[in-house]
């Protein structure tokens, strides 16, 4: 599995921006799927994340109410719509898969995923 991120930028506090996460190589509707990112100085931290049913989504205390994670399987691409975006959600944001069906559960650490896309860099001014 290939996992491609896209859609980063720069936007001003409190925009909006679109994150894509197309994976190729294997259909991926019956993985954990999952939106990471790494802030400068800091440590990788979940974001956002689907179970491997894709009935269970789960987000960070920090993007709850902002950020609405998606995926449509027909076309194999995960999505992170990002609303009023403030400076502190500076990062690059990674997208990963994991192979582990586990249903409804959600995998947060990033060590229980397999695939990582390659990151893509969001600037939020102020």
């Known amino acids: 599995v290939q996992l491609q991120a896209s859609g980063g930028g720069l936007v001003q506090a409190g925009g909006s921006l679109r994150l894509s996460c197309a994976a190729s190589g294997r259909t991926f509707s019956n993985y954990a799927m999952g939106w990471f990112r790494r802030a400068p100085g800091k440590e990788r931290e979940i974001v956002a994340a689907?179970?491997?049913?894709?009935?269970?989504?789960y987000y960070a205390d920090s993007v709850k109410g902002r950020f609405t994670i998606s995926r449509d399987n027909a076309k194999n691409t995960m999505y992170l719509q990002m609303n009023s975006l403030k400076p502190e959600d500076t990062a690059v944001y990674y997208c990963a898969a994991a192979t582990r069906r586990l249903g409804k559960l959600i995998l947060v650490g990033g060590e229980s995923y397999d695939y990582w896309g390659q990151g893509t860099l969001v600037t939020v001014s102020s």
């Open positions: 689907f179970s491997s049913s894709g009935t269970t989504t």
